[in-house]
């Protein structure tokens, strides 16, 4: 994993503790101090998810069931992956950065994701998910992954943009066999339970929003955002931090689910 970035000067950092479904969570957070898009906030909120896999992690282990993912095996990077309009947005400036070669093979792929995705029916709901029936998300998931389509970052079965990789690949772990994970209509899986950070985190720009609804899918993340700009305001990057863990405090019942203190 790669360490993370070292504070800037303009950087402010705070030691989050918080209980999840019964397990102590301890991250440091650093975020810059000033007005930021709230893709400057998303490394903070993934070291948070860091943690809590980790956590869940540590426990299944203990629990005598270890997780079964190892690098090499992308069974998983060819199911229906959502992502936030901030992941989408990162993800397109991460592409952008990349070396011209490089950044030419991965738009190639996404490209090819797209068409596929076309000719298979699904481009549209994926594109925009709130048209879609409201009980037909597993319907969907299946009919995705029988297009058996590699993320566009998938290279020799790995991951090629680990350490950047969206909250919700942090959060899919098994302790089943992984070959399992390569006929989920036909085998069983044990997946990791895992509090979904990455589905509060869709409402980063929308906290009262619906989290069914808003994402996409992360194989048309580019074509995403070439129809959706980025018209995100301006905050001090503690304030998406707070709107964030303001929502995690808001579970679906309206009951606290964290007990949560910040210091510096
Ligand atoms: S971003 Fe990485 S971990 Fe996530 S689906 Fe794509 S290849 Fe897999």
Same mark, same amino acid.
């Given at each position: ?51 809590v896999v980790d956590s869940a992690e540590r426990a299944t282990a203990a629990a005598?069931? =270890? %997780?079964?993912?190892? !690098? ?9 992956? +959502?992502?936030? &309009? @901030?992941? $989408? ?101 044990? =997946? %990791?339970?895992?509090? !979904? ?9 929308? +906290?009262?929003? &619906? @989290?069914? $609804? ?27 931090i707070n709107a964030f863990l303001d929502r995690l405090n808001r579970n679906a ?12």
């Amino acid at each position: 994993m790669r360490p993370p970035r070292p504070p800037a000067p303009t950087d402010v950092s705070a030691t989050l503790r918080i209980e999840l479904q019964g397990r102590k969570i301890e991250a440091r957070l650093t975020v810059p101090a000033g007005p930021v898009k709230p893709q400057a906030a998303l490394p903070a909120i993934q070291s948070l998810v860091n943690a809590v896999v980790d956590s869940a992690e540590r426990a299944t282990a203990a629990a005598g069931k =270890p %997780v079964s993912c190892r !690098k090499g095996c992308g069974a998983c990077c060819r199911q229906l992956v +959502p992502v936030s &309009d @901030v992941e $989408a947005h990162a993800l397109r400036a991460l592409v952008d950065a990349m070396p011209a070669e490089r950044k030419a093979r991965v738009e190639a792929r996404f490209s090819a994701a797209a068409e596929t995705l076309q000719a298979a029916g699904l481009k549209e709901f994926l594109l925009n998910p709130r048209r879609l029936p409201t009980d037909d998300s597993q319907g969907l998931g299946f009919r995705y992954f029988e297009q058996r389509l590699d993320c566009p970052f998938l290279e020799d079965e790995a991951c090629s943009i680990h350490p950047d990789r969206p909250l919700v690949c942090r959060e899919y772990l098994v302790t089943s066999p992984a070959a399992n994970c390569s006929a989920i209509e036909a085998a069983e899986l044990a =997946p %990791v339970e895992i509090p !979904k950070l990455s589905a509060l985190a869709r409402t980063m720009t929308d +906290p009262g929003g &619906d @989290v069914a $609804a808003r994402w996409t899918a992360l194989a048309l993340a580019l074509p995403w955002v070439a129809a959706n700009p980025d018209s995100a305001a301006l905050k001090p990057g503690p304030a998406w931090i707070n709107a964030f863990l303001d929502r995690l405090n808001r579970n679906a019942t309206g009951q606290p689910v964290a007990g949560s203190a910040a210091t510096g």
